[in-house]
């Protein structure tokens, strides 16, 4: 209105040019009719019929946000007693197969070892046996050792020109190997 009334006083200042046509003081009244109606109108409209919408749309919003964050804690915990229950699981499947390879373990080295012993007695068995014929062999072999050398003698004493008896050369020879 000021801006009008300054406009009004610049045209009746003697300027030839006519004033602004919306700025003309006898148009005011008619734009303050319909300006107001428009307001009025406009704040009608968005009282009753778009801000109640934009409310109901924010708060859906914000109940949809609050609801998926709540989904999502509970979500997280059931997550984390999941991934507790699945560590104590892995525990105590852990402990269960030590428990199942030391019971294996234990029976394996048992068997081993009375396989082992088995094994050592007919080894042993075997050794004493095999101990026994060379003892027998070596016997044997030491009547035989005892025969030749005796004949050796004999015959060695003979080219050297000598007369011994058999009895004392099978003596002097049994001295010599004892």
Do not use: C
């Amino acid at each position: 209105m000021v801006i009008a009334l300054l406009a009004e006083a610049a045209t009746h200042g003697g300027s030839a040019k006519p004033a602004f046509p919306p700025f003309e003081t006898w148009h005011m009244p008619s734009q303050l009719f319909w300006l107001t109606i428009l307001f009025a109108t406009l704040y009608l409209v968005l009282s009753r019929m778009i801000l109640p919408r934009l409310s109901d749309t924010l708060e859906k919003r914000s109940d949809r946000i609050a609801s998926d964050l709540d989904e999502a804690q509970r979500l997280n915990d059931q997550a984390t007693e999941a991934a507790q229950a699945l560590e104590l699981r892995m525990t105590q499947a852990k402990t269960k197969a030590r428990e199942t390879a030391d019971k294996a373990r234990v029976k394996m080295e048992s068997e081993i070892n009375a396989e082992t012993a088995r094994v050592d007695a007919e080894v042993d068995k075997k050794l004493a046996s095999a101990e026994a014929r060379i003892s027998e062999l070596r016997a044997e072999a030491m009547k035989n050792v005892e025969e030749i050398a005796t004949e050796t003698a004999q015959v060695m004493t003979s080219r050297f020109g000598l007369n011994a008896s058999a009895a004392n050369v099978k003596k002097a020879v049994a001295d010599a190997l004892k």
